[in-house]
């Protein structure tokens, strides 16, 4: 061949098209338009991979366990004063336990997930998840039948807003755990006393009646 290439078809003839030269790369080398070439530009060296994985120094870890458990006893105090079943301690570790759980959820396992030379990519809310399940089996035992009437569903709400709140300080969320913390200072307090002074004044009116019997005499005739 003279370096020319003519191609001839029914319909469509070219001529003087300058053959091409079988493609040769260097070991190693790719086209510039490879999916590997974009991958390996992607691609972070290990150490900025592991600098970008967050941690949390001891002051830190300190603060925020403190801060929880000032929040969570801030609203314990008020079911204690009010002798319901979950009082100061509850709530305080109830707090404390859903930020423990948070921290060591985004932060305890750094070690892990930068070790062997190589980045391994995890859920940091897998752990903490799960507290939203298991308070519900405590607020459960905070609920308590009498008769015809429930007690302890606002003592139930209570601990679920205390975990929620723990929560939010765990992963450093602190605006959102103050502001939570005094909405349910106000709810469980001043916005009872208004809800009964509606109730008292818009509400039905309900009456009580009180029998007394002498000793030994059947309830039947009153029944």
Do not use: C
């Amino acid at each position: 061949m003279n370096g020319k290439l003519t191609v001839s078809w029914p319909a469509l003839k070219l001529t003087n098209v300058p053959a091409m030269a079988p493609w040769s790369a260097a070991p190693g080398s790719m086209p510039t338009g490879s999916s590997g070439s974009r991958s390996r530009r992607r691609r972070l060296p290990v150490p900025l991979l592991a600098a970008s994985v967050p941690s949390l120094d001891w002051p830190e870890v300190l603060g925020r366990l403190a801060l929880a458990a000032v929040l969570g006893a801030v609203l314990g105090l008020e079911r204690e004063l009010r002798e319901r079943e979950a009082g100061l301690r509850t709530h305080l570790l109830v707090s404390v336990g859903s930020a423990l759980f948070t921290i060591v959820s985004a932060y305890a396992f750094r070690d892990f997930l930068v070790g062997g030379g190589a980045v391994v990519r995890a859920d940091p809310t897998r752990i903490a998840a799960q507290i939203v399940t298991g308070i519900g089996f405590l607020g459960a035992g905070a609920i308590i039948r009498q008769g015809l009437s429930v007690r302890g569903l606002t003592t139930a709400a209570t601990l679920w807003v205390v975990a929620a709140i723990g929560m939010a300080v765990g992963a450093g969320y602190y605006g959102g755990a103050v502001i939570t913390t005094a909405v349910v200072l106000v709810s469980l307090w001043p916005l009872r006393v208004l809800a009964r002074m509606g109730t008292s004044r818009f509400g039905a009116q309900k009456s009580t009646l009180v029998a007394q019997l002498a000793a030994g005499a059947s309830p039947g005739p009153l029944l």
